[in-house]
């Protein structure tokens, strides 16, 4: 695989970085009214949900993932737009999300953020109808029991801001590590996840477990010793963010603009991004 000297590594969110990503911003702009991202003059929030998107999208492009003949799996995808837009680029993709009973139970469904089925991820200005009925399949799927049937199955497989809702920082973790196995060998991973920001600056409680975790720097950097060692490759980067926007943290009820920082509790919280790339 062809490297470059400015690919995105597994990093928290910054203004800067989502700047960069504008281009999947502007590709995403029919749609993110849908999210409630967007102010009354159509202009796009500065959100964390964007760079998530705009992340994913960019570690697979500039890793030459998206394109004919790759395929992709997309873990909880709700109603998010990624499924479609990788069709869109020409992509095979398997959208993936729990299965109707047990996202009741998560309260998924009566929130709007459950997929049951591929209506659900149409969205025709990033996939004309035909070619996404022709790309995409969809299937239920417990993160936390990956099928054995799809082992070595896919290029790149992707999950936004879903493995912080397992349960545990520890099955986030497992999760992380067992679905590599579904990647071929030089396939691409790309997760985004809750981050507990004050763990950059010293060792602090966090959630661990529960409906939602916040991971820390050192659940993080076991994360990537356990990749590593397993002969995945990752990069990280630790820098915060030097903008007004950056220092900004959002308190309930949310304003959501900016909204790259927020108070889940009594804990700041971002977005983190990990690009790991397989044996």
Not at 209 to 220: K, Y
Not at 224 to 249: F, I, K, M, N, Q
Request: charged share 25%; proline share 5%; with cysteine.
């Amino acid at each position: 695989m062809a490297r470059q000297s400015q690919m995105l590594k597994s990093r928290i969110c910054s203004l800067d970085e989502l700047r960069s990503l504008e281009p999947w911003v502007e590709r995403l702009r029919s749609v993110i009214p849908s999210f409630g991202i967007t102010r009354p003059d159509g202009s796009v929030f500065i959100h964390r949900k964007t760079w998530e998107w705009g992340y994913i999208a960019q570690a697979f492009a500039e890793r030459g993932m998206l394109g004919l003949g790759k395929r992709g799996l997309g873990f909880a995808v709700g109603r998010e737009p990624l499924p479609a837009l990788f069709a869109g680029m020409g992509c095979e993709v398997l959208a993936t999300d729990l299965g109707e009973v047990e996202a009741e139970k998560a309260g998924w469904v009566e929130t709007a953020q459950h997929a049951d089925s591929l209506p659900t991820l149409e969205y025709p200005d990033l996939c004309a109808p035909a070619d996404f009925r022709q790309r995409v399949a969809f299937r239920p799927l417990d993160m936390r029991a990956l099928p054995d049937e799809l082992t070595g199955s896919f290029d790149f497989i992707w999950s936004a801001c879903s493995l912080e809702h397992l349960g545990s920082i520890d099955q986030g973790i497992k999760f992380i590590l067992d679905a590599m196995r579904l990647l071929r060998r030089g396939g691409v991973a790309a997760h985004t996840t809750e981050f507990n920001v004050t763990s950059l600056l010293y060792e602090t409680d966090t959630l661990s477990e529960g409906a939602t975790v916040l991971f820390c720097r050192e659940d993080i950097e076991r994360a990537v010793s356990l990749l590593r060692r397993d002969g995945h490759r990752v990069e990280l980067d630790w820098t915060y963010g030097a903008t007004r926007e950056d220092r900004y943290v959002d308190v309930p009820p949310y304003r959501h603009d900016p909204h790259l920082k927020l108070l889940v509790g009594s804990f700041v919280t971002t977005a983190i991004g990990l690009i790991i790339e397989a044996a």
